[in-house]
T-cell receptor, first 116, second 112 residues
Framework: ETGVTQSPTHLIKTRGQQVTLRCSSQ?????VSWYQQALGQGPQFIFQYYREEENGRGNFPPRFSGLQFPNYSSELNVNALELDDSALYLC???????????????FGPGTRLLVL | AQSVTQLGSHVSVSEGALVLLRCNYSSSVPPYLFWYVQYPNQGLQLLLK??????LVKGINGFEAEFKKSETSFHLTKPSAHMRDAAEYFC??????????FGAGTRLFVKA
C-alpha cells in the first residue's frame, strides 16, 4: 500500500466527451505528477503540480489539464476525448519540493480509461 | 534529451535461475536512475534508485542494479527468481527536474 488512491478504477467514455480522474495523495505530499500509460508501454509524464500550481508539463495538448487542492487531492481533466486517450492513468505523489529526485514517488493503482 | 531503452520486451527464466533485465540510458547530465515493478492491475512500486552514491544499488525483494557510466547501463539482477517476481519491470531516468522518463518495460515470466 502506497497511501495513494485513485478513482474511479475503470471508466468508459465516448469520443468527444470530457472526463475527470481523481487522486488522493499522502498527507504532507506537496507534489503530484500524472502519467499516461498506454497498453504495452511505459508511463509518459503528463504534468506535475506543486502546491496547487503546475510545475512542469510533458508533450500533451492543452485539453489535458489538472488541479491540485490543499487537502492533498488532485484531478486530471481531459476534454474532447479521442480514441488514443484510452490508457491507464497514474498519479504519483512525493513529499519533496518540486518533485525533488531524492524523494520517492508513490504511485496510485491507476484509473483505466476506455474511449469508444 | 534523456531516454531509456530496455532490451527485451519479454524475459523468461526458470524458478531459482538468475534474473537479468537490461536497461541503457541516454542523458547529457549525471542521471538519477530507477527501477520500478508493476504487478497486474496495480500501480508502480519503486524497487531501487541510483542517486550518484554507490554504483551498486540494493533494492527490495532481493533485487540489485549496477550503474556503469562507461556503458550507460543500469541492469537489474536477482540471483534466484521466485514465482512472485513475475511482473512488468520499468527502468526510468530523471535528471533532477520534474519529469521522469520511463522505458517501455520488460515483462518477466518465471517458469516453475
Amino acid at each position: 500500500e502506497t497511501g495513494v488512491t485513485q478513482s474511479p478504477t475503470h471508466l468508459i467514455k465516448t469520443r468527444g466527451q470530457q472526463v475527470t480522474l481523481r487522486c488522493s495523495s499522502q498527507s504532507g505530499h506537496n507534489t503530484v505528477s500524472w502519467y499516461q500509460q498506454a497498453l504495452g508501454q511505459g508511463p509518459q509524464f503528463i504534468f506535475q503540480y506543486y502546491r496547487e500550481e503546475e510545475n512542469g508539463r510533458g508533450n500533451f495538448p492543452p485539453r489535458f489539464s489538472g488541479l491540485q487542492f490543499p487537502n492533498y487531492s488532485s484531478e486530471l481533466n481531459v476534454n474532447a476525448l479521442e480514441l488514443d486517450d484510452s490508457a491507464l492513468y497514474l498519479c504519483a505523489s512525493t513529499r519533496g519540493q518540486r518533485g525533488a529526485v531524492q524523494e520517492t514517488q508513490y504511485f496510485g493503482p491507476g484509473t483505466r480509461l476506455l474511449v469508444l | 534529451a534523456q531516454s531509456v531503452t530496455q532490451l527485451g520486451s519479454h524475459v523468461s527464466v526458470s524458478e531459482g535461475a538468475l534474473v537479468l533485465l537490461r536497461c541503457n540510458y541516454s542523458s547529457s547530465v549525471p542521471p538519477y536512475l530507477f527501477w520500478y515493478v508493476q504487478y497486474p492491475n496495480q500501480g508502480l512500486q519503486l524497487l531501487l534508485k541510483y542517486t550518484s552514491a554507490a554504483t551498486l544499488v540494493k533494492g527490495i525483494n532481493g533485487f540489485e542494479a549496477e550503474f556503469k557510466k562507461s556503458e550507460t547501463s543500469f541492469h537489474l539482477t536477482k540471483p534466484s527468481a521466485h514465482m512472485r517476481d513475475a511482473a512488468e519491470y520499468f527502468c526510468a531516468v530523471d535528471t533532477g527536474g520534474f519529469k521522469t522518463i520511463f522505458g517501455a518495460g520488460t515483462r518477466l515470466f518465471v517458469k516453475a
